[in-house]
């Protein structure tokens, strides 16, 4: 019987020992549980010291933007090369490059023997032509009295309208060298041609200077007219179905001047190049930022695609971790909660788009401190001892 006793309160004695060590392994885990890697708390100390300050997560609409770089350019029409269909010697010049000139503006003059001999050859065969018209006169008249034979008549209307062909092409080449057949009857023949600009704009190249020979359609000055300067961007692939005329875009020089507004003047109908790059030309709005434009230039762009709904928060209360990040939640009083979100494209004012699966309704964003908690959470992660 004493023996039954004795073993009853040994294994009794072992089973109390077991429920004990159960229940204190039980109460680690929860204790280990509990305190979550996203969630740390601070002490008052700590919370006053970093200066918290809270503030809410932001459902706003933004802007779908499509980001493209570009230069500035003139359209062809607002380009210009001068250059003569006869040689020369420019014995007379006044135009360097970045000189503003007007249309008509005399810029050089150029000697030459072929353009003497055009007006000579016109003012012969002018000449030849009041003769022939006379005779034809006569000859009609002798025709039509049986006086003299038909094809004297037929002879003296062809060389009539020989000539008078002649002359017609003498004086439309006179006045694509800039010289009226009227000009040359009043003063006689000059013997330099008149180098004019094209164009209301300013000169960007001289390929000319005194005494120098020119060739026959070799240009002598470059001109460009800055009044309708538009910018040509860039646009990849993937993003070309998005491009539309008249969107909205912003664009941004590289001399650090303020974004501009500008519309979607023109969008490409074919991919180019390896890169596979959609053309898309587009017009800044304001006139006087648009003559303020420097051709050549290069501009970065977003053009604006449409509106949609944001998640978004201020810029300080994300921890940027390449392209994403974390935000900061207080939980309750002084138990903050970290939440890693995708940063998005949109941008406004001051605030950043996040993206996340986490719904923010009614939290408590740390707006100031974000970044004095990460660095609580980094402490944390260290290796003890270190």
Do not use: W
């Not at 230039?297 to 921890?319: C, D, F, K």
């Not at 994403?324 to 002084?334: D, W």
């Not at 719904?359 to 959470?377: M, T």
């Amino acid at each position: 019987m004493y023996a039954g006793m004795i073993i009853t309160i040994f294994f009794g004695g072992i089973s109390c020992e077991s429920k004990t060590e159960e229940a204190g392994e039980d109460q680690k885990i929860t204790a280990t549980d509990s305190s979550r890697i996203d969630q740390i708390s601070l002490t008052a100390q700590q919370y006053q010291s970093i200066g918290v300050q809270l503030g809410k997560v932001k459902m706003q609409t933004v802007s779908d933007e499509v980001k493209a770089n570009g230069i500035v350019e003139l359209p062809p029409e607002n380009q210009a090369t001068l250059s003569l269909p006869i040689s020369g010697k420019i014995n007379y010049m006044k135009g360097i490059p970045g000189q503003p000139v007007r249309k008509g503006e005399l810029l050089a003059t150029l000697e030459s023997f072929e353009f003497i001999q055009l007006q000579q050859d016109y003012l012969q065969n002018a000449s030849q032509l009041a003769y022939q018209e006379k005779e034809l006169e006569r000859q009609r008249t002798l025709s039509n009295e049986n006086v003299g034979a038909r094809k004297n008549f037929e002879q003296a209307l062809a060389n009539q309208r020989s000539t008078k062909a002649l002359l017609q092409s003498l004086e439309a080449k006179l006045k694509i060298l800039g010289l009226s057949t009227e000009t040359l009857n009043k003063k006689g023949i000059t013997p330099a041609v008149r180098i004019v600009s094209s164009v209301n704009g300013f000169i960007t190249a001289a390929n000319v200077n005194l005494g120098k020979e020119v060739a026959a359609g070799q240009p002598t000055f470059e001109l460009a007219d800055k009044s309708d300067m538009h910018i040509a961007l860039t646009v990849f692939e993937q993003d070309a179905p998005k491009i539309k005329k008249d969107q909205v875009v912003k664009i941004q020089f590289n001399d650090g001047s303020e974004a501009v507004r500008a519309h979607v003047l023109m969008v490409g109908k074919v991919l180019e190049g390896e890169s596979r790059t959609l053309n898309v030309h587009v017009e800044i709005d304001d006139i006087k930022q648009k003559a303020r434009l420097v051709p050549g230039a290069y501009a970065s762009a977003r053009i604006q695609t449409g509106n949609r709904q944001a998640t978004m928060v201020p810029a300080a209360s994300l921890v940027r971790k390449g392209a994403t990040g974390f935000i900061y939640l207080e939980e309750s009083a002084r138990k903050i909660r970290r939440v890693p979100v995708a940063i998005g494209n949109a941008v406004k004012e001051d605030l950043v788009e996040i993206v996340s699966e986490t719904p923010f309704e009614n939290e408590q964003l740390v707006v100031k401190g974000a970044y004095l908690i990460d660095a609580e959470f980094a402490k944390r992660s260290e290796p003890a001892g270190e």
